[in-house]
């Protein structure tokens, strides 16, 4: 450990400490090792602080999805229909993230839940998990960087400044912020998802100042949930209609909430992981109540879902306009604040675009950990970031320049829509690895008392949301089968193409290699653990000697008990 307190891994590290033996080849992964790098030459750093850590977690849920997303889905549905279904999938995110809890922190592995899939359940699960995440991140980044210029067209129309432009400064900036390291990289997202996090308090504020009437004297209340109503029927009447306006939204939201998993590739570079990890998922519940579900709640009271303004929002293109929340301050008379807010979207998508190269960088080196892609992928440079996989994935960036072009840009909104199901795919993955490795657990008596975190409904919480997970993926475009079928049919395809090549990764892969899943007596669970022990002890100490030093302040006690499960 570095002054800075740096965790830096060496060959010493390794059982075996012989630097010769990590040759680079395409076959070099120590069965012994796959997935936990030890070699200084591949190794990452572990640089990410409790705060760094709790704060990117947040931040990857917190985004356009909540700010702007929630428009078109109050007006499909009503109300009622967002908040329920913004609550229900909120509660599954959570088991999601509690089951990759339990695991990260027994064995926090450089490969993330990549190799989580690859050692507890089966290699070809790991491979497919991986590249469909790749390939989800390395087309999300690119989108993002369109949607931050589409964001400054609020200001600068299309005809004064090519979007182009701000695509190529924003690409810039997020290679450079990943490449000075991860230290860097961990200060610049906690400042970054702190500004949203008050952004969302502000927002949060200021809707319930609204709904009780201190913007303009009339107080809403739940005077919208009556008239026009809590529930909008959506694509047929009555009842079935209402069912189906409420379930539209409940794909809505599980979108919404995709990359909150984000602090499950942070584990390779996280300090103390064992602690850390599970404070981040555990704070994971109270933030997903009050961020999402409390602000659902109050714009649902602010702004009714047959108003013009809303209809509005829905037809036009990512900026402050789209935002429910501009709606509800335009419809209590309130000037300038959507500019402000417009400001601060172009923040959160800025955020989301450097944190989404972040996650295909470590997820293309994860996967050369894991020997499913060529060890140049996990080279590392002196700060411990893994160039090459740095490089190879903001080269995808440049596809964001397609969506200069209108003939280029349907091409790219299918490119979109196919891998949106790969998120959703992810949470499948991570929840059937953690249903293998509770079963193994219990196959060799490895108690809850020997864990460093426990999902709290265990086993049956991730049968519950892997039951959840697939019926939304299966159904997320079901408005096809009660709609113009001539219209939709191409975003039915690369809707659901996405579930098609998961399961032809994963099947080639288990022909192609041989590969059987693991049964739960022979399950590893400690290969490579010491060195990680090792890591947290020396940590540990060093903390410890630092605290003797240096007593902890009023201020930093009283943050950690009141304030850090917000920020």
Known sequence: ??????????????????????????????????????????????????????????????????????????????????????????????????????????????????????????????????????????????????????????????????????????????????????????????????????????VILLALIIAAGGADGDARGFRYWNDPGAFRPYLATGSWGEFLGFWSTMVTATFAYLGTELVGVTVGEAQNPRKTIPRAIRLTFYRIVFFYCISILLIGMCVPYDSEDLAFAN???????????????????????????????????????????????????????????????????????????????????????????????????????????????????????????????????LGDHAMPYVAPLGIYGSYGALAMCCLIALTKNYDVFVGDWGEKYPTFITGYLGIPIYLVLIFGHKLWTKSKGVRPHECDFYTGKDVIDREEEEFLAAKAAERAQRPEKAGSLFYRRFVSWLF
């Open 1 to 202: 450990m570095d002054n800075h307190g740096v965790v830096h891994r060496s060959t010493s590290s390794s059982p075996s400490g012989d630097k010769e033996k990590m040759s680079y080849s395409d076959v070099d992964v120590d069965a012994s090792h796959r997935g936990i790098e030890t070699s200084a030459e591949t190794s990452l750093q572990r640089g990410l602080k409790a705060r760094h850590i709790t704060m990117i977690a947040i931040g990857g849920a917190i985004g356009t999805g909540l700010i702007i997303g929630t428009g078109k889905a109050l007006a499909q549905a009503g109300p009622g229909s967002i908040f329920i279904s913004y609550s229900i999938v909120g509660f599954v995110v959570y088991l999601v993230m509690a089951a990759l809890g339990e695991m990260a922190a027994w064995l926090p592995m450089s490969a993330g839940f990549t190799g989580y899939a690859s050692r507890f359940c089966d290699p070809s699960l790991g491979f497919a998990l991986g590249w469909t995440y790749w390939m989800k991140y390395i087309i999300v980044t690119p989108n993002q960087l369109t949607a931050a210029a589409l964001v400054i067209s609020f200001w600068l129309p299309h005809d004064r400044v090519n979007p182009g432009v701000w695509i190529a400064i924003f690409l810039v900036a997020i290679i450079c912020i990943n490449y000075f390291g991860i230290r860097f990289f961990g200060e610049f997202e906690f400042w970054l998802s702190s500004f949203k996090v008050l952004v969302v308090v502000g």
């Open 315 to 445: 037809g036009v293109s990512n900026n402050a306009n789209a935002s429910p929340f501009v709606v509800a301050i335009k419809l209590a008379h309130i000037p300038a604040l959507d500019h402000i807010l417009n400001a601060c979207i172009l923040l959160f998508v800025f955020s989301a675009a450097n944190s989404d190269l972040y996650i295909a960088s470590r997820t293309l080196y994860g996967l050369s950990s894991d020997g499913a892609a060529p060890s140049i992928f996990r080279r590392t440079n002196k700060n411990g970031v893994p160039l090459y996989s740095l490089l190879a994935s903001a080269a995808f960036g440049l596809l964001g320049f397609l969506n200069v072009s209108d003939d280029s840009k349907a091409v790219f909104t299918y490119f979109v829509n196919l891998t949106t199901i790969f998120g959703l795919l992810t949470w499948v993955s991570i929840l059937v690895t953690h249903i293998y490795f509770v079963r193994a657990r219990r196959a060799q008596d």
